[in-house]
């Protein structure tokens, strides 16, 4: 799996924090410690890692799901980068990783209360 089909590792912790449900069919583990050399592991093989930090590396698919109604995307094609507007307030966020720029919008929905998981 390339890591541009999830969410990056940052956002992920991002996600987990806002309250995102850590379930889904990928996920980045790393040694309990500390998340040096994070890798993506398909959740199919999560039964081998049970010692190990693991934390849920959505899809975009599985990010949009869990988004309101009218949330608007496109990709700009001067420099590749993802736009997603919401309706609710017209915020605006951008990232050249479509998984990315989900989150982000999900991120600031939960933290302006303006999502709530169900």
Not at 85 to 104: G, P, S
């Amino acid at each position: 799996m390339t890591p541009t089909y999830v969410t990056s590792l940052e956002l992920s912790k991002k996600l987990k924090k806002a309250g995102y449900p850590q379930e889904g069919e990928f996920w980045w583990i790393a040694n309990i410690k500390s998340w040096d050399l994070p890798e993506l592991c398909y959740k199919g093989y999560l039964y081998q890692y049970q010692d190990c930090n693991k934390i849920v590396a959505p899809l975009a698919s599985e990010l949009m799901e869990r988004l309101p109604i009218f949330t608007w995307i496109c990709k700009h094609d001067i420099n590749g980068e993802y736009a997603i507007q919401n309706e609710i307030d017209l915020h605006k966020e951008y990232d050249n990783n479509l998984c990315n720029t989900l989150a982000k919008m999900y991120i600031y929905l939960v933290e302006q209360r303006l999502l709530k998981e169900k």
